[in-house]
């Protein structure tokens, strides 16, 4: 049976194999009608956004107001209104009367998820840069610019947002020649919300963007994964960049890396949902399903060949970096089994989190996991809270640490030993240490000049040392500084944005380590230790973070039946103390008499909010508390 098909108002006749949706056949498309490209920008400049604009234009959703960031399908970026994930569509589009498929790769913006972006990238052979004509070039769009410049992409700019009343495309074109040397004929002016000229970046994406080289389709073949999902029915679920060859249903492919041989149930593209191919190509972006059971066997970076065929596998991708660790413990812990499933499944789609095993006196079994940063961390817990229905505890984020030690009970020969001290736990007898060392990175500010004062004892304050400052025009200075990450992953954004009135806008990357002073800050509860709360610290914060803190604990423990003694020690010398009073009152104190329902309600709100503790100490600590401490 044929069915027809209609794309972008031109009819196409597709065969249907029965029982399944329409297949279609791609194979009339060259690769050198193939455009592999992503688009990257500063967080809210509109990605997201032009996306929705590219896939209404090429037919691949219908033109509708109701179309906002459609890409954006998980339901932490909806509500949080941000890309965490990298999203890929492939789109049909007549440019010349020949057809083009463009396959475009949504990315998240924030530097939390710079690694879904680097990885992407590596799929592309370019890049539409996007900046917003009202706020001119900010900080990750020089940090985005610099790995598409270094990753050798050709680079489509783009100033959006040109309907604004405020905007300034003249501006932004001027900062992008000054900073990236585009030449200004070439940057399309476009408002991707309104749809103006948005057209033109589909063209400057094929006239600019060289099609993927060196593709055979004869050639045996190879495939890259770039990124991974888990389905339900469907198992894990690779997305792959199809280097050489080809790849159909029915085919044997070899894992790489493990030897273990899938068949290929269906082949397809995103666009943007799962929509089968006859057969993917050498040069395209396409799904597999090949029923792959576990998270462990579909790893990002792993190559895929033909049963039989001989291949050289791909390098694979640098593993992500973990900038902040932190425990993960289920509620109870006979939830341990789902949530080692939820933490696989998850980290399956979201590669670049790390996993190792812990447990803990209070807290029972769990895990301590490494992000790229807060938000990360926080965006990987709402995800299992919202995709595996799994609450967990979150103990105080810490840093990659590191110490030179002597002279320890499991260090037999004469000399010294470097360790890692991903936590509080790691922490070793200081008077086996010769020396600490932290993290560092290399911060890029850029602000406007009014708060440039401001940002610089912002960096100063933090441990931070100036290394270099740049004129963008004569509003906008731009300044580079290396900061201790310690002093950067927890609020610095927040801290940079308030100060600036939300003009500053922040990036880092990795600086390698400096040695430096560090102390274990542990906190009492009525004397009783509770390692779940301790903090590794610069030595001379200290007495500052130790007050507050208490001061935070104080304020987010809530009142018991007794009096609770909070106290901060350093070394065993006490640096910090508060109490919490004893509770007085119960809830029902003040309405005797009345309606019972009123009684009910108050009583499941309280009830409700003890579900969310966990007992440590016989004190009840919401599990809010271990990330709000943290916060200065
Ligand atoms: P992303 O973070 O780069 O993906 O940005 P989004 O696409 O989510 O857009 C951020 C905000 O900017 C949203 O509120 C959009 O509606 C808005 N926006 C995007 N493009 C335009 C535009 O061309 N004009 C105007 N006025 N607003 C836009
Ligand atoms: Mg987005």
Redesign the pocket.
Known sequence: MRKWNILRGRLYAATSIPGSAEVLDISHIPAERTRNFSVI?H???????LADRLLEITGAISADSRNM?VLDRLQVERER???VKAQTASLFYTHNGEEYLLNLIDTP?HVDFSYEVSRSLQACQGVVLLVDANKGVQAQTVANFYLAFTSELAIVPAV??I??RHADPDRAVAQMQRLFDCDPDKICRI????GTNVESVLTSVITEVPAPVHCRRDAPTRALIFDTWFDRYKGCVPLVAVVDGQLAAGDVVVSQQSSRAYEVREVGLLRPHETPVQRLFAGQVGYIHANIRTASEAQVGDTLGLRGHQITPFSGFKRAKPMVYAGLYPMDQSQVPSLRSAIQRLTLNDSSVSVQVESSAALGQGWRLGFLGLLHMDVFTQRLEQEYDSEVVVTSPSVPYRAKVHGAKNIKHYGSEEISINGPAQFPDVSTVSEFMEPMVTGTIITPGEYFGAVQALVLERRGRQSDVTNIDNERIMLRAVLPLSEVVVDFYDELKSLSSGYASFDYEDAGYEVTNLSKLSVLLNGEQVEELSLIVHTSRARSIGKSVCARLSESIPRQMFSIAIQATVGGKIVARTDVRALKKDVLAKCYGGDISRKMKLLKRQAEGKKRMKRIANIDIPRETFVKVLKR
């Open positions: 920008a967080i809210d400049h509109g990605k997201s956004t960031q209104g941000i890309t913006g959006n947002k309907d604004l408002s991707a919300k309104l």
